[in-house]
């Protein structure tokens, strides 16, 4: 029933705005109310059409084979382990930044003295 719900309320919208159009005798929002009301009066069958036709739909059959069994025991989605530069979100940003800025650092500092 959505979508003859969403008719019925732009024809009621549209009725609202035509009372507030003759309540405030403003003109020039006459033919815009009409035209939602038309709009609303017009996809009315049309919605409970589509509403029948989803209602009665018939669902369909399961398929005859057995699901994939998952994956176990691997980290990697891909089933294997990952290799260096491999892998996701920051380690595998802060693997290239350090292969790419590591030959720049002065030879005086070591690893272990940047890392801390």
């Known amino acids: 029933m959505r979508y003859t719900k969403t008719a019925l309320l732009t024809f009621g919208a ?23 009301m038309a709009l609303g009066i017009a996809a009315i069958p049309i919605g409970m ?3 029948w036709h989803l209602a009665t739909r018939v669902p369909r059959r399961p398929s005859r084979r057995p699901p994939r069994a998952a994956a176990r025991g691997h980290e ?24 790419h800025f590591w030959p720049m650092v002065p030879s005086a500092l070591s690893r272990a003295e940047i890392t801390t």
């Open 76 to 99: 990697n989605p891909r089933g294997r382990a990952a290799v260096d530069g491999e892998g996701c979100g920051r380690h595998k940003i802060a693997y290239l930044i350090s292969r």
């Open 14 to 36: 549209g009725l609202v705005l035509a009372l507030a159009v003759v309540a405030t005798e403003t003109e020039g929002l006459a033919r815009v109310a009409s035209a939602v």
């Open 49 to 51: 059409a589509v509403d």
